[in-house]
């Protein structure tokens, strides 16, 4: 992977994201943030390194049901694509399935239904087990 902009303000918001890297941001939540910390970051510099982070497969963006904007995780692991995500709908936090019994359903779907499920882009939405304690 080649940085052409391997600059302070791109390492910062690599930082950031994987500081984070357990749910998603907003680039307005990343440009609140250094706003917050009096670092100058502009919101197009944001944009950009958002979008070259994405093409570098650093980071993955998606959109999130119930908001209007785009957000963004670090992939931690480059076989993000191997497996499915968990989203807890009160905190935010993003899981990493791991779990044989969801291949077996993977397999029934593709043989019984003729339907390849993305798995970089299936989520499933409910709420871990830190928030149903609360």
């Known amino acids: 992977m080649e940085n052409k902009y391997n600059t302070k303000q791109r390492e910062k918001i690599l930082n950031f994201l994987k500081e984070k890297k357990d749910s998603n941001t907003t680039a307005e939540e990343i440009l609140a943030y250094f706003n917050s910390k009096g670092e ?8 950009r390194f958002l979008n070259n982070l994405v093409k570098e497969n650093v980071i993955k963006k998606y959109m999130v049901e119930g908001r209007n904007c785009s957000c963004y995780q670090y992939i931690e692991e480059k076989n993000c ?8 709908e009160r905190c935010n936090k993003i899981i990493h399935l791991e779990c044989d019994e969801f291949k077996e359903i993977q397999k029934h779907i593709a043989n019984e239904h003729d339907f390849e499920l993305d798995s970089i882009k299936t989520v499933l939405y409910g709420i871990c087990k830190e928030c149903n304690k609360k």
Do not use: A, Q
């Open 81 to 88: 694509k191997e497996h499915y995500h968990l989203k807890c």
């Open 40 to 47: 100058n970051i502009g919101k197009s510099t944001v944009y």
